[in-house]
């Protein structure tokens, strides 16, 4: 549809940034009034979209905005469309949520008819712009514009302003076990944790490691490498064999040098199979009996 496109883009024309400070404070005893696109209505005629992508709100920030809206009024206009008993809200339910948390009587709208998409498609931008939606009502509102309107990733890419592989890595996290997911919203995990989980199919495996890293406090990269081994326990195992075996190699082989010498021998040995042999001494006499000691086997060879 033409008329969607570019609305990461036009957004802010839609809904201006302010309007003027006499129309911005609302004067409870007026009638609504138009100042060019700004319409004032009474607040309890406007109600929130049921459909829209944000679902969660900050109470604190909200009262912190109620304390701004007392005393400068609504600044920006919500965007809205009429729905003749009411008027629905297509963005900005904050600022409506946190007008009446101020008891303002009216605020400042912008009433426009727009489609189904068109709307999901503001409200979603909008938020993504304010970064107000957690990860995963930002993944489900992707979803919604995929299923419900047949678009494609590209194309709702293309719509929001993101690259595709964006969009596909935020809805990859619905494949999360909803335990999961909610964790994600709470913050007790990163997005960067939860995309590490999808490597495990197994639901109750994967909401038991998620616990796991919000107990232990993990990092990602500890969290992949606990992955690796849960994938992968026989090579874990045979690593412990080997790392096992390759220690008696080298307990072996340090007790024949001390046979040989007669002293403490060390030997440090790295992954590549190199290393060093430290032998010790505790005299000058006991150092001259190991010079010695290296010539005669030198000689003889």
Known sequence: MAAARGLGKGLDTMIPNKIGGDVAKADNSRKPEIDKDVVYVKIGKVEPNREQPRKNFDEDALLELSESLKQYGVLQPLLVQDKKDYYEIIAGERRWRAAKLAGLKE?????????????????????????????????LAYKRLLKEFNLKQDEVAERVSKSRTAVTN????????????????????????????????????????AQQIFDEKLSVRETEKLIKKMQNPKAEVSKNQEDTSMAVFYEDMEQ?????????????????????????????????????????????E
């Open 107 to 139: 605020i400042p709208v912008i009433i426009k008819k727009l489609t189904d998409q068109e709307i999901v498609e503001i409200s979603l931008i909008e938020n993504i712009q304010r970064e107000n939606l957690n990860p995963i009502e930002e993944a």
């Open 170 to 209: 935020s809805m990859r996290l619905l494949k999360l076990d909803e335990r999961v997911q909610q964790m994600v919203i709470d913050e007790l995990i990163t997005t960067g944790h939860a995309r590490t989980l999808l490597a495990i199919p197994d639901n109750e495996k994967q909401y038991a490691l």
């Open 256 to 300: 024949k040098l001390k046979n040989i010498m007669g002293t403490k021998v060390s030997i440090s040995h790295k992954d590549n199979k190199k290393g060093k042999i430290e032998i010790e001494y505790y005299s000058n006499d006991e150092l001259e009996r190991i010079v010695e000691l290296f010539q005669t086997i030198h000689q003889t």
